[in-house]
């Protein structure tokens, strides 16, 4: 069955340490692929995506993700965290349009001082 | 200021009273949607309408209905609200279906029932 797995439920940083966020999926052909963070209270807000082309993309915020066909996956990374990047993110994949989107369970993400 | 309201933020209700949940957009998007979110499930589907009376479900549709009278708003309609129906509810737009329209989220309606 399609799916998409983030396997870190919460994930804790120090401040200026680097981060690595896992997205794994299951679709028989290449999905476009998203990551959206949801700050406490917020909707959500995408932070970047991958439709085709260079398979690093970088997104708003100083981050970026890679995208790597043979390990169906879409890691988000940043490289120093800030404490305002504690949130909850969400990887996200669609195949054909927005109605097929399908969000994965989310990663919390909690920066110590 | 391009965005997507829901209203209103929190909802506490009792099981069995009806009540609809706003949402409207000022973006001119064709395409809407409801989700719901969940602990561990991350977001879910409800319905969605690719535009002024074109509704469909999505993948958790019972227990809730939904109209597209006019293309900026987008209601979401729990006719008999059960327990199981406690949620934080999204409302998200995109100009059209495509998948390379990037969604605009509102800020999200936290909904109880007792």
């Known amino acids: 069955a399609q799916s998409v797995t983030q396997p870190d439920i919460h994930i804790t940083v120090s401040e200026g340490a680097s981060l690595e966020l896992r997205c794994n999926y299951s679709y028989g052909a290449t999905p476009y692929l998203f990551w959206y963070v949801q700050s406490p209270g917020q909707g959500l807000q995408l932070l970047l995506k991958?439709?085709?082309?260079?398979?690093l993309v970088q997104g708003i915020k100083g981050f970026e993700a890679e995208f790597k066909r043979s390990q169906s996956s879409f890691n988000l990374r940043k490289p120093s965290v800030h404490w305002s990047d504690a949130a909850e993110y969400f990887c996200a994949v669609a195949l054909y349009n927005n109605n097929d989107m399908r969000f994965g369970a989310g990663t919390r993400l909690t920066v110590k001082p | 200021e391009a965005q997507v309201t829901q209203n209103p933020r929190y909802l506490i209700t009792v099981t069995g009273k009806k009540l609809t949940v706003t949402c409207s957009q000022n973006m001119n998007h064709e395409y809407m949607s409801w989700y719901r979110q969940d602990p561990g499930l991350g977001l879910r589907q409800i319905y969605y309408s690719m535009n002024v009376e074109v509704t469909d479900k999505g993948d958790v549709p019972e227990g809730y209905k939904v109209s597209r009278k006019e293309k900026r708003n987008f209601p979401l309609i729990l006719e008999s609200p059960s327990p199981n129906q406690t949620s934080l509810y999204f409302c998200a737009s995109s100009l059209y279906r495509g998948r390379d329209s990037p969604l605009h989220f509102g800020n999200g309606t936290r909904l109880t029932v007792t």
């Open positions: 991958y439709f085709s082309g260079d398979t």
